[in-house]
């Protein structure tokens, strides 16, 4: 390889790191400046009946899990 090949594929590589270093960067900015507390939160709810918004929880829901966690 020539000294010319050489010096055009480390700067396609530079160039290729430097993309990744700024979506990188991009993607810890745009999670830093989520202040919406639910996108996150992964949790289906509460594992214990307790009282939520002043209704009881239902016992025998079929959206509930059979096991308790």
């Not at 990188?24 to 830093?32: E, I, N, S, T």
Request: hydrophobic residues 45%; glycine residues 10%; negative net charge.
């Amino acid at each position: 390889m020539t000294q010319e090949t050489i010096l055009v594929l480390l700067a396609g590589l530079i160039g290729v790191l430097f993309a990744a270093l700024v979506g990188f960067l991009w993607m810890v900015v745009r999670a830093g400046l989520d202040h919406e507390p639910h996108t996150r939160d992964n949790r289906q709810g509460s594992a214990s009946p307790e009282l939520r918004d002043g209704v009881e929880a239902h016992e025998g829901s079929p959206r509930q899990s059979k096991v308790a966690a």
